[in-house]
Every structure is written in structure tokens, then in C-alpha cells.
């Protein structure tokens, strides 16, 4: 016998089937009320997905027979975890591809900002940006600002340089320095006058290669060989007349290359100039120059020996004899590494033979300049010049070196024949990193 256990009534025992008198009497005795709507309220329940009657059993039936419609465990459910699964990783994956995405156009407006080439303006911009800065900080008087501003727009509109960071006389108070130094220099090769330049508000952070122009330019308007070529530009020109000048090289033919990363504009921004383009420039004003890339180390610990012989050579050829301080004719040297240039306007031989380099920095004010125009008898200010070997420890760096005047006829040659030298040899562009396309040599 079997009880039921709602009313308690003794129900026979099937004893093929034990629950089948139990199961009808419940459905029957004790039915449950139907679904909502349902025309037959003891009607057994029916499966919401197959119709099938399923009574009381209903979930285990849903759980059995459509449990991975529910995501419950069996076959079907782990397909649809693995289904789940892909999902969030594809939608992870797209997640990570835009972060990255935004990282890298952070990254690239960051790099254009850095090298000027993201149209926030030029020279004329920045210097006036940087007066009205230094008025809010109490450190400019309106009064100057205007002036300044005036003075600043008449030197624009000219293409002319204000001379207002120019130190002049520094080659010679050198050459009279050297003369009475006698602790340990054996000898010493000065370039011909050079006029110092440093950055001013209108391009402090880049304009280091348009200084550096600058002051290469000043030796060669002093020096008659040049000024056939020179006829046209008889006064140092501002910056963004030499962006001008540069263009009009570009214009000419000269590093295609090199116009088309700048999208053939330098006027009116803040672009990082090198030595492809300080080459340019100074052939297409029919200067004899060449590039010479001493693209890795050659020395202990980083070090660029033949970069140093390179320049005694340089300065020594033609030049022999047994002065200790020679006065060269020799137009000072363009020296370009990645992020920064200056001017080599000598080399001092030391009495142990090591090599030490005289070097303008356009980093270096005007106040600290003077100060070698005063030579006090330990030369404690030639710090500001020199740098031994030890100091000149980058991986990579280029000279521009002027030596002659070109014919029409070679001019028109080295514009064709630039472009496939430095491509066999693949050097690099100390700027921007980019493939460089003017003429250049190697030095191994």
C-alpha cells in the first residue's frame, strides 16, 4: 500500500510501476490549478517548449530535455558558454584595438607637436605667445611687450635677423687667448670668424638647425670666395626667411625625399631642421658642401675617434707648419645629432695628443657667450666650448662641411645625382627618423 501524502489515502501498490496509482490519484483527487487562461484547470502541464505534458515533473523534463536552452549543464551548455566565451573575447579584443588605436594617435600627435608639424603656428606665434606669458608673470612690461612686438614684425617683414642674440668677437679673443695659454695645448686649428647665435622666444625648443645656419652663414658672408654665391643674401636672415630659402631648394629639386616628409612646407611652423636640409640649402646657393654620416661608434665605450680626426684633417689640410694657434680661412662645421646640432669652430691638440673640440651651442645665451670675450688667464670659460671625446658619446652623427664654390653646370649635377647615394647606403635622417635622400658620405 501507498499513502498519498496530501490526504492521506491507502492506494493500492503497482508493483511493476510503484508511483503510477499514486501519480493518477494525485492528478485526479488533488489536480493543480492550470496556467492562466488554461480551458481545463486538472489538465496536466505542458512543456513551454515542446507541448509535451510533463505534470509534475515539468522542470525535471525542461531540465532534461532543453536544458541547453538554459544554459545548464550538458552539451548544450557548454556550447553556449563557449559561445558566451567567444563573445567577450572578441568584444575584449575590440576594446583593446580601439585603447590602442587612441594610444597610437595620442602618440602621433604628440611626435607632430615635438617636431613642430601640427599647425599651431611658427616663429612668429611662439615668440609672441611667450611676451604675453612673461607680461602675465610680471616679468615684461607692456610697454616692452609692444616694442618688441614692433621690432619683431619690421624683422619679419624684411626677412632679416634683429642681431639681438648675436655675439660677435669670440674667434678672435680666442686666437689671442691661445696665444698666451701655455698649460696643455700643443696646438690649435680656429675656424674663420663665426658669429654666435642662440634661440630666442620666437623658437627656443627647435630652432637649433636655423641658428646653427645662422652662424655657418656668418663665417661665409666674412669670406670672399663665397660672395659671388652670396650676392643675394648679404645679411643674416631671420628664420622663416631661411624656412623660405629651404622651400625654394625643395622647389629647385633638391632631397624630394626629405620636402615630401615636411609636405613641402617648413614656412610658418616649428619643424625640426637637419643636415639634409642645411645641405640643400647651401647647394642650391651654389656651395661646394658635403654630408659625412659617422653612423656608429668607433671608439671604447661609445666613443667617435674618427669623427675627431675627420675634423683635424678638415681644418689641418692646407694648414701645416709649425704655428701653435692657426687661423684658418676654413668656414666653421654643421654638426647635427638626433635631437640637437651645433658649430665646430676649432680643435685643440692637446700636448698628450688627445683631441678636444670648440663647439657654439645655440643652447647657450648671449650672457654666457660674452663672458669669452674676457678671457681670465685659466681659460675656466672655454668649459662652455670644449668637449672631449667622452662628451660626444650619441650613436649617430652627421657634419656639414663647406669647402669651395659650384659651377652652374655642377650644381645642376649634384640636384640630379643626389637622390640614389644615401639610398644604396641606407643612413638615416638625424630628426625625425626618416630615409635620407640627399648626397652623402660615409664614414667607416
Not at 486538472?42 to 531540465?63: N, Q, S
Not at 625654394?248 to 629639386?253: P, Q, Y
Not at 651645433?342 to 680643435?347: E, F, L, N
Not at 647657450?364 to 675656466?380: F, I, P, R, V
Request: glycine letters at 8%; hydrophobic letters at 30%.
Amino acid at each position: 500500500m501507498v499513502l498519498c501524502d496530501v490526504c492521506g489515502q491507502a492506494l493500492p501498490l503497482c508493483r511493476r510501476q510503484p508511483r503510477c496509482p499514486l501519480r493518477r490519484h494525485l492528478e485526479t483527487a488533488h489536480p493543480e490549478p492550470g496556467p492562466p487562461g488554461s480551458s481545463c484547470p486538472g489538465a496536466p502541464h505542458e512543456c513551454p517548449f515542446c507541448g509535451e505534458a510533463a505534470g509534475r515533473e515539468l522542470e525535471e523534463h525542461v531540465r532534461e530535455r532543453h536544458g541547453h536552452l538554459l544554459g545548464a549543464p550538458g552539451t548544450g551548455g557548454h556550447i553556449r558558454d563557449l559561445e558566451l566565451a567567444q563573445q567577450l573575447q572578441s568584444e575584449e579584443d575590440k576594446w583593446q584595438r580601439s585603447k590602442e588605436e587612441k594610444r597610437e594617435r595620442e602618440e602621433f600627435k604628440k611626435l607632430q607637436r615635438q617636431y613642430g608639424l601640427d599647425n599651431s603656428g611658427g616663429y612668429k606665434q611662439q615668440f609672441l605667445k611667450n611676451m604675453e606669458r612673461e607680461v602675465d608673470r610680471g616679468r615684461m612690461q607692456p610697454f616692452e611687450y609692444h616694442k618688441r612686438k614692433a621690432d619683431m614684425m619690421e624683422s619679419l617683414a624684411f626677412g632679416i635677423d634683429d642681431g639681438k642674440t648675436k655675439t660677435s668677437g669670440v674667434i678672435e679673443a680666442l686666437c689671442k687667448y691661445y696665444q698666451n695659454e701655455n698649460k696643455d695645448v700643443r696646438r690649435v686649428w680656429l675656424s674663420a670668424g663665426v658669429d654666435h647665435f642662440h634661440s630666442s622666444l620666437g623658437d627656443r625648443g627647435w630652432g637649433c638647425g636655423y641658428r646653427n645656419f645662422q652662424m655657418l652663414l656668418s663665417s661665409l658672408l666674412q669670406n670672399s670666395l663665397y660672395r659671388d654665391c652670396l650676392r643675394d643674401t648679404t645679411l643674416i636672415p631671420s628664420i622663416p626667411k631661411i624656412q623660405s630659402m629651404i622651400e625654394d631648394a625643395w622647389r629647385e629639386g633638391f632631397d624630394p625625399h626629405g620636402a615630401s616628409h615636411f609636405n613641402n612646407r617648413l614656412h610658418g611652423s616649428k619643424a625640426w631642421i637637419g643636415a639634409c636640409e642645411i645641405y640643400s640649402l647651401l647647394t642650391n646657393l651654389r656651395m661646394k658642401c658635403q654630408i659625412i654620416d659617422f653612423h656608429k661608434p668607433t671608439g671604447p665605450m661609445g666613443t667617435h675617434p674618427r669623427l675627431f680626426e675627420w675634423i683635424l684633417h678638415y681644418y689641418s689640410t692646407d694648414n701645416e707648419g709649425g704655428a701653435k694657434v692657426v687661423c684658418t680661412s676654413k668656414p666653421p662645421i654643421y654638426l647635427q645629432h638626433q635631437g640637437h646640432s651645433r658649430t665646430v669652430v676649432g680643435i685643440e691638440e692637446k700636448k698628450n695628443k688627445s683631441l678636444c673640440l670648440l663647439l657654439f651651442d645655440p643652447g647657450c645665451s648671449s650672457q654666457e657667450m660674452q663672458k669669452l670675450l674676457k678671457q681670465n688667464s685659466d681659460g675656466t670659460n672655454l668649459k662652455l666650448l670644449r668637449k672631449f671625446m667622452g662628451s660626444l658619446k650619441e650613436k649617430q652623427y652627421q657634419i656639414v662641411a663647406v669647402d669651395g664654390v659650384l659651377s652652374l653646370e655642377e650644381k645642376a649635377l649634384c640636384r640630379v645625382y643626389q637622390p640614389s647615394l644615401a639610398e644604396e647606403q641606407g643612413a638615416q635622417r638625424l630628426r625625425p627618423n626618416h630615409p635620407m635622400s640627399s648626397q652623402l658620405g660615409r664614414y667607416n
